[in-house]
């Protein structure tokens, strides 16, 4: 799984795979009563803002839909927890995997895939009740969970760049970028500014967030492709994207901007799009223009994704 996740999907969102797969090491937190922790596989990338790499502490689930329990979500949730603060004191965890003389930021990752496909319910609702018991992850430890509809999601984005890439639709990598605005915090009162212009990563956060974007430059100029996850079942779905649009002048900064749905889009997504342009120009006082006409909508082809036709992962790992 480690393999085609970093060849077929990982790669497309500037993530490199680092140090060995499926490996445990020792446990170095006398609190954590355990001999080691596993580690499936760890992916990096550099942060867009920060002079930081951001290390992915990935554990790999494979789960028919009977097996998906919150039980089994909140054993795999604490088991994470608790490798993520062991790794950035554990010199064996940070040989294997970190690059030396550079700040780490690490981080879990929970990544359930329904190897039979019959599991359909959000990650939201994955998780409705594994927090009906507490689940002991440490304070301070950063830990996000991939559900199934989210590896089919990711796994379509990546499947679209990959053939517009092949089409001649999109650039090379390096002439390619996720989209980071430069923004200011009103709290701390400081700019947040990216690191570079091209070639800068999806973030996790970004990862599971309702659009992704991915700008990319031609002898024409600049382009965008929006992937978007939601359904465009009503137009005030659409109000929150066009806010964001205009507030970071992607109207004006880009010559042709696609809309790509899921293939479980709403049948009348377009209208729907049409409306929330409307409906923004009219209670806003913002015209759109002659900009709008940039915009356009399609739908992504649906792949799908084949990893294992078994359990993995489930209970304890014999090595513990």
């Known amino acids: ?47 867009p803002y920060r002079e930081t790499v951001v290390y992915l502490n990935f554990d790999l689930k494979s789960y ?7 039980g089994a979500l909140r054993d795999a949730l604490v088991s994470l927890g608790m490798a993520v603060d062991c790794a950035p004191i554990s010199e064996e965890w940070t040989r294997k995997y970190c690059r030396p003389g550079e700040g780490a930021d690490i981080k879990g990752v929970l990544f359930v895939y329904n190897h039979d496909g019959d599991y359909q ?26 559900g199934p509809k989210d590896v089919q999601y990711l796994y379509d984005v990546a499947a679209q760049i990959s053939r517009h890439r092949g089409d001649g639709i999109l650039p090379v990598l390096a002439d390619c970028s996720y989209f980071h605005p430069d923004v200011s915090h009103p709290v701390r009162d400081r700019a947040r500014i990216a690191r570079k212009e091209w070639q800068l990563p999806i973030t996790i956060e970004m990862i599971l967030a309702p659009w992704q974007m991915l700008k990319y430059r031609t002898g024409e100029g600049e382009g965008l492709k929006i992937f978007y996850r939601g359904e465009g079942a009503s137009f005030q779905e659409f109000l929150y994207l066009l806010d964001y649009m205009v507030l ?66 489930m209970g304890e790992r014999s090595y513990d």
């Not at 028919?64 to 919150?70: A, M, R």
């Not at 009740?129 to 996000?144: C, L």
């Open 121 to 146: 319910r959000s990650t939201k609702d994955l998780l409705e009740h594994v927090f009906d018991e507490p689940v002991k992850i440490p304070t301070g430890v950063d830990v996000h969970v991939i």
């Open 248 to 313: 970071y002048q992607i109207l004006s900064r880009f010559r042709q901007i696609e809309i790509l749905m899921t293939s479980e889009a709403n049948e009348n997504f377009t209208a729907h799009f049409e409306q929330a342009i409307q409906s923004y120009e009219k209670y806003t006082l913002h015209s759109l223009g002659e900009k709008k006409a940039k915009i356009s909508l399609s739908v992504m082809d649906r792949t799908t994704p084949k990893y294992f036709t078994t359990q993995l992962g």
């Open 1 to 47: 799984m480690a393999t085609e996740l970093s060849d077929k999907v990982f790669k497309h969102f500037y993530w490199s795979k680092v140090g060995p797969e499926n490996v445990p090491w020792e446990c170095v937190k006398t609190e954590h009563d355990k001999t080691v922790h596993p580690t499936d596989v760890v992916f990096a990338y550099d942060d």
């Open 64 to 70: 028919s839909k009977s097996s998906i329990t919150p």
